[in-house]
């Protein structure tokens, strides 16, 4: 069965340290692969996304993703969060962009 | 540049009451149209989905409809709201091959 996996549902991070949020996925074949990021109360931005070539990809606000097809991961990274990063994040994968399977998200906390 | 509009950003109403969210999106021609629902602590529930005028696809069986009256105009009706209707509704466009884009969201909520 298709499914995404954010193993985990709260992250803390000290503000300027490094962040690494994880996503698993199930897919028949290689996917498109997206992060969104979503404030409370707001809707969902894209971070990025991966559709085929270069599998480090860059997205916005410093974050990276790195697609493992031998892992089936797509791990979000930020070498130094702000605190301005706290928010929920979302991994989605999808053959079509409108068949995305969706994980459940991560919360990032940011302490001080 | 495209934007997407969704209204309004909160809504209560009463248990058995109609529903109308519309959502409309400027800037581009024919997109690809998504309303989903997100549970208070939970992922996006994909809704419906519509590719083109009068064209709707339906993921999840309930009492919501969801029409496309124009071509960037897409709009989420019930005409008896539950109280499990609760929830952020959020419309979505994308381009073909294209990465969805989201609206600020409608928190519903039902009395």
């Known amino acids: 069965a298709q499914s995404v996996t954010q193993p985990d549902i709260h992250i803390t991070v000290s503000e300027g340290a490094s962040l690494e949020l994880r996503c698993n996925y199930s897919?028949?074949?290689?996917?498109?692969l997206f992060w969104y990021v979503q404030s409370p109360g707001q809707g969902l931005q894209l971070l990025l996304k991966?559709?085929?070539?270069d599998t480090l990809v860059q997205g916005i606000k410093g974050f990276e993703a790195e697609f493992k097809r031998s892992q089936s991961s797509f791990n979000l990274r930020k070498p130094s969060v702000h605190w301005s990063d706290a928010a929920e994040y979302f991994c989605?994968?999808?053959?079509?962009?409108?068949?995305?399977?969706w994980g459940a998200g991560t919360k990032l906390i940011i302490k001080p | 540049s495209q934007t997407i509009h969704q209204w309004p950003a909160t809504l209560v109403q009463p248990v058995g009451s109609p529903l109308s969210l519309e959502c409309t999106v400027e800037?581009?021609?024919?997109?690809?149209l998504y309303w989903y629902r997100q549970a208070a602590g939970r992922g996006l529930q994909l809704l419906f989905y519509?590719?083109?005028?009068?064209?709707i696809s339906s993921e999840v069986p309930q009492n919501l409809s969801a029409s496309r009256p124009q071509d960037r105009q897409f709009i989420l009706s019930s005409k008896k709201l539950l109280l499990s209707d609760s929830g952020f509704y959020l419309c979505?466009?994308?381009?073909?091959?294209?990465?969805?884009?989201f609206g600020d969201g409608t928190r519903l909520s039902i009395l």
């Open positions: 979505a466009w994308s381009g073909t091959n294209q990465p969805q884009h």
């Open positions: 800037g581009t021609s024919n997109p690809n």
């Open positions: 519509s590719v083109g005028i009068g064209q």
């Open positions: 897919y028949g074949a290689t996917p498109y």
């Open positions: 991966y559709f085929s070539g």
């Open positions: 989605a994968v999808g053959a079509r962009n409108y068949q995305l399977i």
